[in-house]
């Protein structure tokens, strides 16, 4: 048992729940003869310090187009949902591709061909996407997104920036590969 939960457990039984009878066991003796805690306070007890919070972090690539940069980042979806965590990252409503990028899903947000002039061109992909993109893999077995599988090397290599204005003409700037 922790170190910790078995000091405060003992302070609380020397202090608060000491019976008078000097034929009362120990904390430990109790617990190495029957193998539970006696009092229901030190179950409680025992489950408020032993309680953690477990962290969720999952990797993907974002593709960011405004800096023409692609970066690996860990989205924290401890305290959020995975899906507004998302949805910050894209600027706005999220929408996933029919098709997947080399394993990996792609999302991008859904109204960015109205919202942005910037996007970019994947290999794997036929057409520009508007706006920035996200990279994740994809679990078959549960359908949920977790850590991508490429690199940014290889997304880098996959990943072609475009800008596009529309006026009297219609200008499409190219980076390179």
Known sequence: MNLL???????????FLSPVSPS??????????FGIIKYPLYICIVKLITH???IVMTKGIFIDVENRKIEEVLLDT?????????QNLVGGNMEYLPTQIKGNDLIINEEGRYMFEKGFVIEG???KLYGSGLLLGFDENTGNNIDT???VEEVSEMVLFVEVRIGEGEFIEVSSW
């Open 5 to 15: 939960i078995q000091n405060v457990i003992e302070q609380l039984q020397n202090n």
């Open 24 to 33: 009362r066991l120990t904390f430990a003796q109790y617990e190495n003869k």
């Open 52 to 54: 953690k919070k477990t």
């Open 78 to 86: 401890t305290n959020v949902p995975q899906y507004k965590v998302i």
């Open 125 to 127: 992909w036929n057409d």
């Open 149 to 151: 599988t490429l690199s």
